[in-house]
């Protein structure tokens, strides 16, 4: 079976890797190494793939999606989205402000997280976000105490700890009993009847986020049955909800995996909150990886071959600050080299980076025909890959490029050595 995963946007033509219409090595010898390469096409057929079930053939629009923008927040895929009718989630005043400056608007943005902090809650209530998505009674407590000081109402949902297991990396599970997220399952009337008495927050709905890179849909059935029927423990209350967000985390295919189409995904629970009786409700979708994380690739060079003595390292020029899944999760991304290689034999090699730690690596036990200067693709990388980079080792981080057809586009210049510690100053004598 390939290790390498069916994708929209790139392709092999001429035995060359190309996004769209151009080929990497083009890009590579125009913008360098590493660098992150989108396509919009891509892209936009992702978000089009989401909106084919949230849009009804007559036009009726019964769910939105709201993207999960901490998987990529460069404000050329934000703008992009924006203009295809997108909202937000989002996790910080700094998320809302590329918002606001990609030309999204902010009463189609939720603001989900643990830790809104009074700036930030000022920051959202200014700005009109649709719905603050609320995980505590003291986060509850001080929203109410903000909006009162603003003379506002806030509008708000509680999250749901509904107790599901996602099936997926414990790091990135997020609805089960031990983890810091949401409100435990049997504590969310009595919070809501809590919210209910707040003066300056309005109820309007309720969320669920149970994880990510789910690759089956059973969690979500259950997750979403667990909310259906609080909603109508809530509804006899007199608690009326309007909107239910199920959150996001539909997973994507980094090699073999096999997840649920997205259009088929959201279709199925669209139809089951019908067929529940709950077509009334307006429903939130919050993904972040399904719309973008096929859509792009790093692209790196490699600088050296070293022979080891138990393995063979393939040394390339990008490494963990650049895309750190490897390293945080012991992801798998398929690499591949950009144009095939005849002169070289295959060998298997860990793909690794030129920082100073043994976790820095990319790829394990891959078998490729290169050399040095040769280019690679690590693909599936468009999700948690730029977002998650640092600058660990004084490294710039990478230039970013958005393909469409036959044109490439800068969308964020590589970062230079100097403006890395331009804010920092040394002690006077
Ligand atoms: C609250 C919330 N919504 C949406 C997402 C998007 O998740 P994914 O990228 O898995 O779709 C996340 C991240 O897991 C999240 O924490
Ligand atoms: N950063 C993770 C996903 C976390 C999702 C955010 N709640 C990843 O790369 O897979």
Redesign the pocket.
Same mark, same amino acid.
């Given at each position: 079976m390939s290790l390498i995963p069916s994708l929209n946007g790139f392709c092999i033509k001429d035995q060359e890797w190309h996004a769209e219409n151009v080929p990497l090595s083009a890009i590579a010898q125009k913008f360098g190494t590493p660098t992150y390469v989108y396509s919009k096409q891509a892209l936009s057929d992702a978000f089009n793939s989401y909106e084919a079930a949230c849009v009804r053939p007559n036009g009726e629009r019964r769910a939105r999606v @709201?993207y999960?923008m901490?998987?990529n927040s460069n404000l050329a895929i934000l703008n992009l989205f924006a203009k295809l009718g997108a909202g937000f989630?989002i996790?910080s005043a700094g998320e809302l402000a590329r918002v606001l400056a990609a030309g999204g608007s902010a009463n189609k943005v939720v603001f989900?997280?643990v830790g809104k902090s009074t700036e930030e809650m000022t920051a959202a209530l200014k700005a009109g976000v649709k719905c603050f998505?609320l995980e505590s009674i003291p986060e509850l407590t001080r929203l109410n105490s903000v909006a009162g000081s603003l003379g506002v109402k806030a509008p708000i949902s509680l999250?749901v700890n509904p107790d599901v297991d996602p099936k997926t990396h414990p790091y990135?599970s997020?609805g089960l009993k031990g983890n810091k997220?949401g409100i435990a399952y049997d504590d969310v009337i009595k919070t809501y009847q809590e919210a209910a008495k707040m003066p300056h927050c309005q109820i309007v709905g309720i969320?669920c @986020?149970i994880?990510?890179?789910?690759t089956e849909i059973s969690p979500y059935m259950d997750a979403l049955d667990r909310v259906l029927d609080l909603i109508k423990q809530l509804d006899a209350c007199g608690i009326k909800i309007h909107h239910l967000d199920i959150?996001?985390?539909?997973?994507i295919s980094y090699t073999n995996e096999t997840p649920p189409a997205i259009t088929e995904f959201a279709n199925t629970l669209l139809n089951h909150i019908e067929s529940k009786g709950f077509g009334h409700l307006e429903v939130l979708f919050?993904?972040?990886?399904?719309?973008?994380?096929n859509a792009g690739l790093l692209l790196t060079t490699i600088e050296y071959l070293k022979p080891g003595e138990t393995k063979n390292f393939c040394i390339v020029d990008a490494a963990m600050n650049d895309l750190m899944r490897p390293a945080m999760y012991e992801a798998f991304h398929a690499i591949v080299p950009v144009k095939s290689n005849s002169n070289a034999p295959a060998v298997t090699y860990d793909i690794v980076g030129p920082i100073c730690e043994s976790g820095d690596w990319l790829g394990r036990d891959r078998s490729l025909a290169v050399e040095p200067g040769d280019q690679l693709a690590i693909l599936s990388a468009g999700?948690?890959g730029f977002t998650m980079s640092s600058n660990y080792n004084t490294r710039g981080r990478a230039a970013e490029v958005m393909v469409d057809g036959s044109q490439v586009h800068l969308i964020r210049a590589r970062e230079t050595i100097e403006s890395l510690f331009a804010n920092e100053k040394v002690l006077p004598d």
């Open positions: @709201h999960a901490k998987a989630d996790v989900s997280g998505n999250r990135i997020t997220f969320d @986020h994880g990510s890179q789910i959150g996001g985390g539909l997973g919050e993904p972040g990886r399904s719309l973008v994380g999700a948690y």
